[in-house]
Structures are given as structure tokens and as C-alpha cells.
């Protein structure tokens, strides 16, 4: 269940992500939760293909080697990795789809 910074719960199409007082608000959230590799980095990479430039991603990973394999797919790509953090051994990726 999500909640906003003012206590409400927030509609489920809507994602802000509260990292040091830093908040997103992202066209799309791929949940890849209990999915083992290489499986949230290929889900992710069909999700920025179907998306238009400028579009942002939230991915949510548990697995332990999406912190390393997501980051370094977006080096080597067009898209920019905005932010990345873990929450209760989940790993959140916000990415900027690239042009």
C-alpha cells in the first residue's frame, strides 16, 4: 500500500518515491519483485523499448543482482538511471527513458 506525504493512500497508477526529501513522480512502475536474473533486467528492458523519450521508469527488484546488472545495461544504453535505493530488501531503480 502506498501512502503520501500527507498520510493518504495514493491511487495505485501514481508512484512518488521519498528518498531525502527528493520525490518522482513516474509514468510507469515495473514491479519484478521475487523474479531471479536475469528476468528484472529483461522485463525492464522491454518496459523502455514500449516507452517514449523523456518517459520515467520505477523498477522494483528483490533480486540482489539487479543492483548491479540494471545500472550497468543504463551505462552502456540511451536511458539515464535517475535514482537507485534499497527498502526493505527491495532494490527501486528510477530511470529516464533515453531518446
Known amino acids: 500500500m502506498q501512502y503520501s506525504i500527507t498520510g493518504g493512500i495514493m491511487p495505485a497508477c501514481e508512484f512518488y518515491v521519498l528518498r531525502w526529501c527528493t520525490f518522482f513522480m513516474v509514468d510507469r512502475t515495473l514491479d519484478a519483485s521475487g523474479l531471479h536474473c536475469p528476468m528484472p533486467l529483461l522485463k525492464t528492458k522491454l ?53
Open 47 to 99: 518496459e523502455l523499448n514500449s516507452m517514449s523519450p523523456g518517459e520515467t521508469l520505477e523498477v522494483i527488484a528483490t533480486d540482489v543482482g539487479s543492483a548491479r546488472d540494471i545500472p550497468a545495461f543504463l551505462k552502456l544504453s540511451r536511458h539515464r538511471l535517475v535514482d537507485i535505493f534499497e527498502t526493505d530488501d527491495r532494490y527501486r531503480f528510477v530511470i529516464e527513458c533515453g531518446r
